[in-house]
């Protein structure tokens, strides 16, 4: 068993293609915009109900999905647009869900915090807090079982991490040797609640110690840092040491869904992690400075995006509202 | 008297008593600094200090079972969770240690544990922030369950609920907490204001618990009804012309049979409706019973409104939603019948 230890591992941004850098850098600024324009149009009531957006957060799932191949699966809680799309899931079956429509991943019947896709071994979009956590655990069982060699991403927010179930889980992965990354998306904040008034031992990568299940702790905003931790800690679950566990340190712009007083934190506190540690401004200013990439390729990815999330609106818009019969639907099996 | 909503009368209710009761004390998620999500203990922690008032992690099986401790050990508990959706973590707290210790010590021990708890639909909140589970309450021997539908109620029955020496599952509609809902979604909100049961007396004061209120006398026909559907039911009776009496359960156990029986001997009809779904929903026992009491007197039989049985979509929240049209039908049919 690998003695549960604190591993930082640096940047090395000098190893990773630009090709590969950009790729990151697209995929983090296409959930940016996608969750930008989720919340204008929840402010003109196209979206209705609750809505989390993930703007802050984007490296954590840039950077895990590449550590990782289509075959492996990923499950989180409800704040879940930015692991869809990094997937590689249709922006436009995300959007149209928002709204509620037929086209929309769960038909419209799940909404924000309630999407899936078999397809992209996506298992959520979770609405009640570490619920995720034991199904990652027996996601990543199945594959043990059938001898594949996949693993389980199952994210979970700092929060959560405080849930009972969420260590009945650590215990039954490390116990049972499963082929689970956890990865908390330590965002500082549960709701208006910050860590340190709901927390006992911040230190959240220690917390697979008594477990025998290593930690590590990453700088969340740093999408090649992300990256390569991750690669690390998927390497360690496919050679068959059981699970581990990485403490994402990183940041939510917005409030917590679309409602959100915001008394609990200053102004002064987001603008300095925007100014400072932005994960795309990070990144394309590494690009720049180091030559590797100019100001009009940046103009072109900006004008993809653009397209990609315009044509998801312009979907999610005018898909049909789903037929009142599917209300019945998907209850048990369908006769 | 002040005019209150739904969310002042608890908050009210709730310092009252902290400040009449040094025992009382209050825990739950973002419920010091942050003020509760839906405000209900804003400013309290503030007041009473982070001893009193306190900030609990996302923990309900640990906030529950904590509480019943504190309960057994000298406290008056009053345990919020945010959404009655997120009780199930601590539902074995609840039903095996919460409601089983009176009986189990011979009344030696107890734990007067209140939990509040937000309920219903009507916010778009889909099947994890819409739920109403409160059959699944009153099912157990133990605990006592009670839903208000005005201000002047809630706090009312708030107070006797921490009061009392038993425990107290207490669902707060969240779709009532601004205004009295009549389930037209398309109307502009109304507020408590105008409403009597805005008009809610600033100090102390108690509701009753295990009793029943009749919200309005009629004699054409009883509508058993709590929660969100005392408002839509009083909107379809109005829209349909007939005198109906509305009877507002608000403590469904255990249960006032005796206003509902002696309103449906008197009327001879009797309809019961819930935001809940049907099957095994709190409706069955209000229809066995009243059926029971009532046989010779019923001129029809006894019609049950309620929502679907599904889980709580989210994109179809006012077909879902049992309103005002789908009360009009049940009405209309049982005024056909002979
Ligand atoms: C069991 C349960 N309890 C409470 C909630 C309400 N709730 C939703 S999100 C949230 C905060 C979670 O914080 P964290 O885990 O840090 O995730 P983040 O929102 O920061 O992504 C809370 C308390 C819930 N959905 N489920
Ligand atoms: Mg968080």
Known sequence: ?335 | MAKMNMIEAIRSALDVLMDKDPNVVILGQDVGYFGGVFRCTDGLQRKYGEHRVIDAPISEGGIIGAAIGMGVNGLRPVAEIQFADYIYPGFDQIVSELARLRYRTCGEFFSPVTIRTPCGGGIRGGQTHSQSPEAIFAHISGIRTVMPSNPYDAKGLLISSIESDDPVVFFEPKRLYNGPFDGDPDKPAISWVSHPKGEVPEGYYTVPLDTAEIIKTGEELTIVTYGTLVHVAQAAADAVGVDAEIIDVRSLAPLDVKTLVDSVNKTGRCLVAHEATRFGGYGGELVARIQKECFYSLQAPIGRVAGWDTPYPHAFEWQYFPGKKRLINAINKMMEAA
């Open chain 1, 1 to 335: 068993m690998a003695t549960p230890k604190r591993r930082r591992k640096a940047a090395k941004p000098a190893d990773t293609p630009v090709e590969d850098l950009l790729s990151y850098y697209r995929e983090m600024l296409l959930i940016r915009r996608f969750e930008e324009k989720a919340g204008q149009m929840y402010g003109m009531g196209l979206i209705g109900g609750f809505c989390h957006l993930y703007i802050g957060q984007e490296a954590v799932v840039v950077g895990m999905e590449h550590a990782i191949g289509p075959d492996d699966a990923v499950i989180t809680s409800y704040r879940d647009h930015g692991h869809m799309l990094a997937r590689g899931m249709d922006p436009k079956g995300v959007m149209a869900e928002l709204t509620g429509r037929s086209g929309g991943y769960s038909k419209g019947k799940g909404g924000s915090m309630h999407m899936f896709s078999i397809e992209k071994r996506f298992y959520g979009g979770n609405g009640i807090v570490g619920a995720q956590v034991p199904l990652g655990a027996g996601l990543a069982f199945a594959f043990k079982y059938r001898e594949e060699p996949h693993v389980c991403l199952t994210y979970f927010g700092e929060g959560a991490a405080n849930q009972g179930q969420v260590y009945e889980s650590f215990n039954i992965a490390s116990l049972w040797k499963l082929p689970v990354v956890f990865v908390i998306e330590n965002n500082r904040y549960a709701m208006g609640t910050s860590i340190e008034r709901a927390t006992a031992g911040t230190a959240l990568y220690r917390r697979g110690d008594a477990f025998g299940i290593p930690g590590m702790e990453v700088d969340g905003m740093d999408v090649v840092a992300v990256k390569a931790a991750g690669d690390e800690a998927v390497a360690h679950c496919r050679s068959g040491k059981g699970p581990i566990l990485m403490e994402m340190k990183t940041y939510r712009y917005r409030g917590h869904s679309m409602s959100d007083p915001a008394k609990y934190r200053t102004r002064d506190e987001v603008q300095d992690v925007r100014a400072r540690r932005d994960p795309i401004d990070q990144l394309r200013l590494r690009l720049i400075d180091n030559k590797d990439a100019e100001e009009s390729v940046f103009k072109e990815i900006d004008r993809e995006i653009k397209a990609i999330v315009a044509e998801a609106v312009e979907f999610a818009q005018n898909s049909p509202e789903p037929d009142p019969s599917e209300l019945y639907t998907d209850v048990l099996v369908d006769a």
